[in-house]
């Protein structure tokens, strides 16, 4: 069993909708975790990160992390044509490896 | 250059020769990463380094791979007798410290796209 696992299945959506994207990991001793977009033919950059459980918003994004459930979410709301991205979740424990998910690749059809 | 820089930014290679990709982190920072990404393998964790510590090199696939950091800068990625499977986009990061207990938060380069032919 991979330490995070990602459903790499595409996901189309109208603009305007909300995205909704998520990540299961097994390894308790992860303490951060982050969300990386990333577009075509460029490196991830990242979005945001949170380190506890709960809600983190940033403008159009939340991040919500239950660490009971060992499961992270990034929602994105009012999508536009530019959120067209493959979007990757990544976590990180003591040291300083990140433990990436396979992406999703999103498409905001105007 | 103020972002992470990468070099060259593709790569076709024939089966057996070696190749050398180069990493330029932000100015600053002094932990740099390596990371590969395959089609459908998502981003895998190759090498780390951190100030002048020993390399972290516990995600190197095999011993064809070998990378070194010169001055606390800028690193070269080695391939040596590259395979077919070897074919991926080799990304490179930097964050300001590598010190373990903080989210250290990783900027990544454009990363170098190898083919072997």
């Known amino acids: 069993q991979k330490e995070v696992e990602q459903d790499p299945g595409p996901l189309s959506v109208p603009e305007g909708a909300i995205v909704s994207l998520n990540c299961t990991y097994s390894?308790?001793?992860?303490?951060?975790f982050m969300w990386y977009r990333q577009y075509s033919r460029k490196g991830p950059e990242l979005l945001m990160y949170?380190?506890?459980?709960g809600n983190k918003e940033d403008g159009r994004f939340t991040a919500q992390v239950d660490k009971s459930s060992k499961y992270i979410s990034l929602f994105i709301r009012d999508s536009q044509p530019s959120d067209s991205a493959t979007y990757l979740c990544?976590?990180?424990?003591?040291?300083?490896?990140?433990?990436f998910g396979k992406g999703n690749q999103v498409v905001v059809i105007p | 250059g103020a972002g992470v820089s990468q070099s060259p930014s593709n790569k076709v290679t024939e089966k057996g020769k070696d190749v050398e990709l180069r990493c330029d982190p932000i100015?600053?920072?002094?932990?740099l990463y390596w990371y590969r990404q395959s089609l459908g393998q998502g981003l895998e964790f190759l090498i780390y380094?951190?100030?002048?510590?020993?390399?972290?090199k516990s995600g190197l696939p095999s011993d064809r791979f070998s990378a070194e950091r010169t001055g606390g800068s800028v690193s070269t990625l080695t391939i040596q007798r590259t395979q077919q499977e070897d074919s991926a986009v080799y990304l490179c990061?930097?964050?300001?410290?590598?010190?373990?207990?903080?989210?250290?938060?990783?900027?990544f380069g454009p990363g170098t796209r190898l083919t072997v032919t």
């Open positions: 990061a930097s964050s300001l410290t590598g010190l373990a207990g903080g989210p250290n938060e990783q900027y």
């Open positions: 949170t380190y506890s459980s």
């Open positions: 380094f951190q100030g002048n510590s020993a390399p972290d």
């Open positions: 990544a976590m990180k424990k003591g040291n300083n490896r990140l433990a």
């Open positions: 100015s600053g920072h002094t932990a």
């Open positions: 390894n308790s001793a992860f303490q951060y």
